[in-house]
């Protein structure tokens, strides 16, 4: 298996000097490499989880980039050019009309199904391909961890037991 330095960022975003000259067209609009960086680390963690699975909810489908179905987490690994990143997300200076509306259909989207998840009592994640292996892996983990602390312990009074049960997912 590839190793990964836990400071690495999952995906060196484009620095924005750059962003003319790179090929656009070449992109997918899903990239996958920071997406395949964060479940490596996290399998590696031994957390276990669903990938490409479709959540059904009543304002409509939302198909997060790792799921943690026990915990109802949602992971989102974002592409900084795409999602519109603060740092990395300038807008291409070139063919403005077609990219700008695209882009903000990508923001728009990312907010409504980031609201629709938590509505559902859903813990949402975004993570951004710029921020590091280890600090990706720590937002997921306290995640899981947490999540015994805040829906969970209404379920089960006995804490310690439920955190066991998180920090040892099976998804
Ligand atoms: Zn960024």
């Not at 304002?59 to 690994?77: E, H, Q």
């Not at 999602?83 to 695209?102: D, I, L, M, R, T």
């Not at 969970?152 to 310690?160: H, V």
């Amino acid at each position: 298996m590839e190793t990964i330095a836990d400071d690495a960022p999952l995906r060196v975003p484009a620095a924005s000097s750059s962003g003319r000259r790179r090929n656009m067209q070449a992109n997918r609009r899903r990239d996958t490499k920071p997406e395949l960086a964060l479940r490596s680390v996290l399998h590696r963690a031994g957390f276990r989880y669903r990938v490409d699975y479709r959540i059904d909810l009543p304002g409509g489908r939302v198909r997060p980039d790792i799921v943690f179905t026990r915990k109802r987490i949602a992971v989102f690994v974002d592409g900084c050019f795409w999602h519109c990143c603060p740092e990395h997300g300038s807008q291409p200076s070139v063919n403005q009309p077609y990219w700008s509306p695209k882009l903000a259909r990508n923001v728009e989207r990312d907010a409504r199904n980031t609201k629709l998840l938590r509505e559902a009592d859903w813990t949402v994640l975004r993570i951004w391909e710029h921020e590091s292996v280890s600090s990706a892996l720590n937002r997921v983990t306290e995640a899981l961890m947490t999540c015994a602390v805040g829906k969970r312990a209404m379920q089960k009074p006995r804490l310690a037991t439920a955190v066991e049960s998180c920090s040892t997912s099976s998804d």
